[in-house]
């Protein structure tokens, strides 16, 4: 089974507080996933209906077939979308082992967190959804958990 395990590159720079109800911290549930791509990428980590918590340096993600999968993160929040880089190991059931690293973007505005990643290559979206002309993205938008609403 694809095993993903993220480990983030990116140091802490310019932790912003912002205003209640625009922080990433708390459960989500996913609305919606987009890619496109030009040659088969990864099978997105998340799915519709599957759960992602985010904590101060984690987030856990629970899929509806009972995956749980931890992933430590940082993110620089002075940057307009967020900028969020990862590295994810993928372990094959071979034992081989591929690291990957990836560049993203992410926001939460209105109870809706959305984050875009690069799943080939170097560049990093300019936005949180994928735009004409785009390659090889994955987006993700999700809401608040009425629980943890603010």
Not at 57 to 75: A, C, I, P
Not at 126 to 136: F, M, V
């Amino acid at each position: 089974m694809f095993s993903l395990c993220l480990v983030l590159l990116l140091h802490l720079d310019g932790e912003k507080q912002q205003p209640q109800g625009q922080d990433r911290l708390g459960s989500w549930v996913v609305l919606s996933v987009k890619e496109v791509a030009f040659k088969e990428v990864p099978e997105p980590f998340c799915k519709k209906g599957d759960k992602v918590t985010f904590l101060k340096d984690r987030f856990v993600y629970n899929s509806q077939k009972g995956v749980e999968q931890e992933v430590k993160y940082t993110l620089n929040r002075s940057k307009t979308p967020w900028h969020i880089d990862l590295t994810y190991v993928d372990k094959k059931e071979n034992g081989e082992v591929k690291v990957h690293h990836l560049f993203g973007v992410m926001n939460v505005t209105e109870g809706r967190l959305k984050l875009c990643i690069t799943t080939w290559g170097d560049d990093r979206p300019e936005s949180c959804t994928i735009q004409p002309g785009d390659r090889w993205r994955q987006s993700f938008e999700m809401e608040r958990l009425a629980a943890d609403k603010k």
